[in-house]
């Protein structure tokens, strides 16, 4: 099976079902393990990108939040809360079949602190030199959570 003609054409489907265009493949050992269309749209939920809804699936599949001998086609270069969580989940490989400067003439996002051309650079800034207004309020209950986990988990993952 020709793995990234199938995330082009779940993308289109989407297009055509009112939806954007994008969508994951994963494939482990041969096989479709996973699969999604973005229904950020559909869903109105902002975090319902293609590739964390085909990694969610994966890894309850797998019992594991490691995707390690997957391989993961996507329509276009993950963006950066996408591209987090395919580090997150460790596949062997990411395939991706378009760069944002391919696309960009064609899809427009109107996002009031998220524009294409500037967005990857803004995790280069300082958190105070951010577009998105942030503030940081240091709290000493804050850092016992993580003693508490570190105290009962032996400072390792379980």
């Not at 990857?120 to 850092?143: C, G, S």
Request: glycine content about 6%.
């Amino acid at each position: 099976m020709d793995f990234a003609q199938r995330t082009i054409d779940l993308a289109r489907r989407n297009v055509e079902e009112g939806g954007r265009p994008f969508a994951t493949v994963i494939v482990k050992d041969g096989e479709i393990l996973a699969e999604s269309a973005n229904q950020v749209a559909q869903s109105h939920d902002p975090t319902a990108h293609a590739e964390i809804l085909a990694i969610r699936e994966a890894c309850v599949k797998l019992g594991t939040e490691h995707l390690r001998g997957a391989t993961i086609y996507v329509l276009a270069h993950p963006c950066p809360m996408c591209l987090g969580s395919l580090y997150y989940c460790s596949p062997d490989e990411v395939v991706f079949l378009t760069q944002r400067d391919q696309y960009e003439p064609y899809y427009v996002d109107d996002r009031d602190y998220f524009e294409l051309a500037t967005f990857y650079d803004e995790f280069r800034k300082d958190w105070q030199q951010r577009r998105l207004p942030m503030r940081y309020d240091p709290r000493d209950e804050a850092i016992d959570v993580y003693r508490e986990w570190n105290e009962r988990n032996g400072g390792r993952r379980p």
